[in-house]
């Protein structure tokens, strides 16, 4: 895949520390976009942030200040030195935050989802020369995230980079949204070279949280954060409970321990024996799990000749309770278990289904439906 991008170096001047953008949700007047900005000053943040325009849920939320509201950001980051960032979904929203001299822009979740908005985008940014981060899109759908930087690689657009802030799923509890990392993680080794902030606030939802995902962010080797910052959280008009003061906002970058993401060579040496355990360990587990596959392959045969159907429930009740159980014997965590039997019994479905029907049904892979017996 070739999406050519910048280092990130080249357009924040941000490089060996993450990058910070941080600010309120929504500007909602030049008096508390400016304290916002006083407030921030001292902590060590790279770009302010203000939403202008606000896409909504519902048609009576408040749905931003519009255009007007860019001269206070410009303002509030020119009375301290800090390049502004903002939020674009239309044509005519870059055509006014450029206008206004705004240093960054990012394209929102509920844009991203659809390719037409992302178009009307790259057109309008074609020829400019402005930092594009792009959020991930409100489904967890790596192909149209990928989709939405594409376009912006064919508009010319190279100071390029990517903002993580989970995905609407069912029972994302504690979150507002699911981290969903493994997301993060695919997107990185598939363009290794782009720059990956992650969006704590909207994963979030709530402040109390902020701190801990900021964290695994770094540990991730993610690139940086863009946090919500409000002078009086509890009183913002829009996702107030996911807002910070600008104070502890200070104090969530300040706390982050940033470790090394590169190994020298005293490292590799150190951990090579370990790491050759592990590589021995995986070829074992791979055979083990052909070796399951091969006995589900025998059950399917039995099945089809006495006309079972591939799916027993209270069995694979039994089976999960069984290995919850021992995985909670091995100090395992119980969501890494359930979710590793889950994949695992979902194949074995699959595979059942195709030697019983003696088609090629779910040969494009496991069924993303639960499972539901074996």
């Not at 941080?22 to 500007?27: E, I, L, T």
């Not at 394209?107 to 985008?121: H, K, Y």
Request: glycine share 8%; aromatic share 4%; with cysteine.
């Amino acid at each position: 895949m070739d999406i050519p991008v910048n280092a990130m170096v080249r357009w924040s001047g941000v490089e060996g520390r993450p990058l910070i953008i941080a600010g309120p949700c929504a500007a909602e007047s030049e008096a508390q976009v400016l304290e916002a900005a006083d407030r921030l000053a001292p902590s060590r943040v790279d770009y302010l942030r203000a939403g202008i325009w606000k896409a909504r849920t519902r048609p009576d939320s408040f749905e931003g200040i519009g255009a007007p509201a860019l001269a206070w950001l410009r303002r509030a980051g020119d009375r301290h030195g800090m390049r502004t960032a903002t939020e674009v979904a239309h044509g005519d929203h870059v055509d006014a935050a450029l206008e206004a001299g705004i240093d960054l822009l990012w394209i929102g979740a509920r844009t991203t989802v659809n390719p037409f908005s992302v178009q009307e985008l790259a057109n309008a940014l074609r020829g400019t020369d402005v930092p594009v981060l792009v959020k991930n899109p409100t489904a967890p759908d790596l192909g149209l995230w990928i989709g939405a930087l594409e376009r912006m690689s064919r508009a010319g657009i190279r100071d390029l980079g990517a903002i993580h802030r989970g995905v609407s799923v069912a029972n994302a509890a504690p979150y507002r949204n699911a981290p969903m990392w493994s997301l993060v993680l695919e997107l990185r080794r598939r363009l290794p070279d782009l720059p990956i902030l992650t969006d704590p606030s909207h994963i979030c939802g709530r402040r109390d949280l902020l701190a801990g995902v900021a964290q695994r962010a770094m540990d991730l080797g993610l690139d940086g954060l863009m946090i919500e910052a409000h002078p009086n959280p509890d009183q913002a008009w829009s996702d107030a409970a996911q807002q910070v003061t600008p104070e502890r906002m200070g104090e969530i970058v300040a706390e982050l321990a940033v470790r090394r993401h590169d190994e020298d060579a005293a490292f590799a040496a150190s951990v090579e024996g370990l790491r050759e355990e592990i590589d021995r360990l995986d070829e074992h587990l791979l055979d083990l799990v052909a070796q399951r596959m091969e006995v589900v392959d025998r059950i399917a045969g039995q099945k089809r000749d006495r006309n079972v159907a591939p799916l027993q429930l209270r069995r694979w009740m039994i089976v999960l309770e069984n290995r919850l159980a021992r995985g909670r014997q091995l100090g395992l965590d119980e969501a890494y278990v359930k979710g590793l039997y889950d994949l695992i019994h979902r194949e074995s479905i699959r595979r059942q289904s195709v030697l019983m029907s003696g088609t090629l049904a779910g040969e494009d892979g496991p069924d993303p439906a639960p499972p539901t017996g074996e």
